[in-house]
């Protein structure tokens, strides 16, 4: 992972807008799920997403943890984009898998599915590009890659 690439402001500042993103549609969300069941699998739509109350309230947190890693900053931000890109990934992945079963639980559709699996990527992006450290690090690092020409 690059040191203090200098398109990490813009890496960070995606994970964000993608963190307002989901925030956004979990709040949505819970509003438009109140009065049905945790795990209701009726037509409930927020931000062109299917939605019930335990997927709201899970996009919830995952939205709050993310915007305040942008807010945060630094190391804490590199591992919150990394390492939470990660669940939104494989959940798209099982969501392909239990999309028209029982196991439904949090009543996703292909679109969500297709969502999750952008939004993953560009918050793993962020992940792999945001690494902050100090430039003696980024010395070593930049040294280190640097392959000596062949006479």
Same mark, same amino acid.
């Given at each position: 992972?690059?040191?203090? @690439?200098?398109? #990490?402001?813009? /890496?960070?500042?995606? %994970?964000? =807008?993608?963190?307002?993103?989901?925030?956004?549609?979990?709040?949505?969300?819970?509003?438009? !799920?109140?009065?049905? %069941?945790?795990?209701?699998? *009726?037509?409930?739509?927020? =931000?062109?997403?299917?939605?019930?109350?335990?997927?709201?309230?899970?996009?919830?947190?995952?939205?709050?943890?993310?915007?305040?890693?942008?807010?945060?900053?630094? *190391? =804490? %931000? @590199? #591992?919150?984009? /990394?390492?939470?890109?990660?669940?939104?990934?494989?959940?798209?992945?099982?969501?392909?898998?239990?999309?028209?079963? &029982?196991?439904?639980?949090?009543?996703? !559709?292909?679109?969500?599915?297709?969502?999750?699996?952008?939004?993953?990527?560009?918050?793993?992006?962020?992940?792999?590009? &945001?690494?902050?450290? %100090?430039? *003696?690090? *980024? &010395?070593?690092? #930049? @040294?280190? #890659?640097?392959?000596?020409?062949?006479?």
């Amino acid at each position: 992972m690059p040191i203090n @690439h200098p398109l #990490r402001p813009f /890496y960070r500042a995606v %994970s964000g =807008l993608c963190g307002v993103f989901i925030l956004a549609f979990g709040i949505m969300g819970a509003i438009a !799920s109140s009065g049905e %069941s945790f795990f209701s699998r *009726e037509s409930i739509w927020a =931000l062109w997403l299917k939605t019930n109350m335990a997927f709201s309230l899970l996009s919830i947190l995952l939205g709050a943890i993310l915007v305040a890693g942008y807010i945060v900053g630094g *190391e =804490l %931000s @590199h #591992r919150i984009n /990394y390492y939470g890109s990660w669940p939104l990934l494989a959940g798209g992945l099982a969501g392909i898998a239990v999309m028209r079963t &029982d196991a439904n639980i949090f009543n996703w !559709s292909m679109v969500n599915v297709i969502v999750s699996m952008v939004i993953g990527t560009l918050i793993l992006t962020a992940g792999l590009y &945001d690494k902050p450290g %100090s430039p *003696e690090t *980024e &010395d070593a690092f #930049r @040294h280190n #890659r640097v392959v000596p020409a062949k006479p």
